[in-house]
T-cell receptor
Framework: KQEVTQIPAALSVPEGENLVLNCSFTDSAIYNLQWFRQDPGKGLTSLLLIQSSQREQTSGRLNASLDKSSGRSTLYIAASQPGDSATYLC????????FGTGTSLTVIP | NAGVTQTPKFQVLKTGQSMTLQCAQDMNHEYMSWYRQDPGMGLRLIHY???????DQGEVPNGYNVSRSTTEDFPLRLLSAAPSQTSVYFCASRQGEGGGEQFFGPGTRLTVL
């Protein structure tokens, strides 16, 4: 069974700092990897989708990379803002979708 | 497009009661799924469907039933609610079983007393 791990579980940074969130998975036979954002009490908002044939995707201040052979993905957030505070989840798509438990990010003004 | 919609947003049940959580999508997606989210355990797949008339079990199917009579709708039925089913339930959809982007509904927060 695919296992997805996200480290760290929680992260607190001052505003303006660049940061990296990590996601690792055990089975490299995936179709894609998707990063989500979840605000407290809310649903999941899709941030970036990386197909298995791609190495990275960018959207605004967000950049996600994928190294399928090593089972790793990173989400890079540039110039962090208090509005970036949320839980970030990664999910890998094989026969089913498998989620990590998330990284709770707090950006301090 | 409304995307993925779920009703109700909140529900309180007594042990043994039954209910149906509604999910609908207007994106003509083939693949729909139900997850539950519990603290410290992430999202776990309950049931999924790859098209109308086709459903299958996920990681935690016990105590839940699903059916898929149309492409748009994928209701989740709790047969006899138990306190262990207290959770937040999310419905999701995507185009195709493999590589499509997955979209989520806003969730249903269920409490079983």
């Amino acid at each position: 069974k695919q296992e997805v791990t996200q480290i760290p579980a929680a992260l607190s940074v001052p505003e303006g700092e660049n940061l990296v969130l990590n996601c690792s998975f055990t089975d490299s036979a995936i179709y894609n990897l998707q990063w989500f954002r979840q605000d407290p009490g809310k649903g999941l908002t899709s941030l970036l989708l990386i197909q298995s044939s791609q190495r990275e995707q960018t959207s605004g201040r967000l950049n996600a990379s994928l190294d399928k052979s090593s089972g790793r993905s990173t989400l890079y957030i540039a110039a962090s803002q208090p509005g970036d505070s949320a839980t970030y989840l990664c999910a890998v798509s094989g026969n089913q979708f498998y989620f990590g438990t998330g990284t709770s990010l707090t950006v301090i003004p | 497009n409304a995307g993925v919609t779920q009703t109700p947003k909140f529900q309180v049940l007594k042990t043994g009661q039954s209910m149906t959580l509604q999910c609908a999508q207007d994106m003509n997606h083939e693949y729909m799924s139900w997850y539950r989210q519990d603290p410290g355990m992430g999202l776990r797949l309950i049931h999924y469907s790859v098209g109308a008339g086709i459903t299958d079990q996920g990681e935690v199917p016990n105590g839940y039933n699903v059916s898929r009579s149309t492409t748009e709708d994928f209701p989740l039925r709790l047969l006899s609610a138990a306190p262990s089913q207290t959770s937040v339930y999310f419905c999701a959809s995507r185009q195709g079983e493999g590589g499509g982007e997955q979209f989520f509904g806003p969730g249903t927060r269920l409490t079983v007393l």
